[in-house]
């Protein structure tokens, strides 16, 4: 059984930096990709970024481009999304989720597992 455990959310001022993890276990095969979303309060959820098991990645957001990082450690099955200069706008619940043989979906759809989520708070 696949699982998703993201770690690392807090409270955090304004302008710093936080790193999240998505510990994943419970594949069979090497071929996925996983991304992390974000939702805030009162609004839809938003695909942040997504990196796939060759190395392939990208920044969804243009809101963070320049300020988040996704990075992985295969032989760890860990993902990171490393943040930096982070502003109130950024507080939400952070999502990781895993797609097999395929690529993430902008808003999460077609996502295969999910994460419960870590809260991120920025406060400014």
């Known amino acids: 059984e696949v699982q998703l455990v993201e770690s690392g959310g807090g409270l955090v001022q304004a302008g710093g930096s936080l790193r999240l993890s998505c510990q994943a276990s419970g594949f069979t095969s090497d071929d996925y990709a996983i991304g992390w979303y974000r939702q805030a309060p009162g609004k839809d959820r938003e695909g942040v970024s997504c990196?796939?098991?060759?190395?392939?990645?990208?920044i969804f957001a243009d809101s963070v481009k320049g300020r988040f990082t996704i990075s992985s450690d295969n032989a760890k099955n860990l993902v990171y999304l490393e943040m930096s200069q982070l502003e109130p706008e950024d507080t939400a619940v952070y999502y990781c989720?895993?797609?097999?043989?395929?690529?993430?979906?902008?808003?999460?759809?077609?996502?295969?597992?999910w994460g419960s989520g870590t809260l991120v708070t920025v406060s400014s």
């Open positions: 990196i796939s098991t060759s190395g392939h990645s990208t």
């Open positions: 989720a895993a797609v097999l043989r395929g690529w993430c979906g902008f808003y999460g759809t077609g996502m295969d597992y």
